[in-house]
């Protein structure tokens, strides 16, 4: 596609449900970034992957969190148990050429 | 580790004045930098890189920025600021090979724009 695609773009949910967040990176992008924001912050690093392989997870905030994307394309991010500070946007990017990338419009995500 | 400073979370403007927001790294490295845009309920949109060669990089919508390696800096401007230029402005170094690969970024500077 011609960007990066996030859905769903709002995620209201009940604390201790799961959920399921989606990004479909730029056709042919290798690379592929989640980020966290929390409201009036910066992005923060959560996990990369190249391909298929999860290369990095060492921003992942704790194991309730799992991220995959298991055909090198689509990528999902879970959150088990969802806790009230688990409340942010949630960005993916995608690259071709590290370090730059590029971010779709996130997901914002409250727990009630 | 990697880090960005941008030490004015605030910036107010008028319309048609000069901008500058800044921003000072630490990167055991070259650096990559970016500045980045962010528009309310909107993702981020890359304005400008520098990777290497030329200190002073052109972007979209007429920003500019400058690589001073001395001063660890790396501070957008714009000579005349729009009203459509309001939006949060994110610094970011990026980190590769064996430091990782991923983008640090600042906490942000809120942009206003008053007519």
């Known amino acids: 596609g011609a960007g990066v695609s996030q859905s769903p773009r709002y995620k209201v949910a009940k604390r201790g449900q799961d959920v399921a967040l989606r990004c479909d990176p730029i056709s042919g992008h290798v690379s592929l970034f989640w980020y966290q924001q929390a409201l009036g912050q910066g992005p923060e690093f959560l996990t990369y992957f190249q391909n298929e392989a999860q290369l990095d997870k060492s921003g992942l905030p704790s194991d309730r969190f799992f991220a995959e994307r298991p055909e090198g394309s689509v990528s999902t991010l879970k959150i088990q148990r969802t806790q009230q500070e688990d409340s942010a946007v949630y960005l993916c990017?995608?690259?071709?050429?590290?370090?730059?990338?590029?971010f779709g419009q996130g997901t914002r995500l409250t727990v009630v | 580790a990697q880090s960005v400073t941008q030490p004015d979370i605030h910036i107010t403007v008028s319309e048609g004045a000069s901008l500058e927001l800044r921003c000072n790294y630490s990167y055991g490295a070259t650096p990559y930098l970016f500045w980045y845009v962010q528009s309310p309920g909107q993702g981020l949109q890359l304005l400008l890189k520098?990777?290497?060669?030329?200190?002073l990089v052109q972007g979209i919508k007429g920003f500019e920025a400058e690589f001073k390696r001395s001063q660890s800096s790396f501070n957008l401007r714009k000579p005349s600021v729009h009203w459509s230029d309001a939006a949060e402005y994110f610094c970011?170094?990026?980190?590769?090979?064996?430091?990782?690969?991923?983008?640090?970024f600042g906490a942000g500077t809120i942009l206003r724009v008053k007519s």
């Open positions: 520098y990777f290497s060669g030329d200190t």
């Open positions: 990017a995608s690259s071709l050429v590290l370090p730059m990338a590029f």
């Open positions: 970011a170094v990026g980190a590769s090979g064996e430091y990782g690969n991923k983008l640090v």
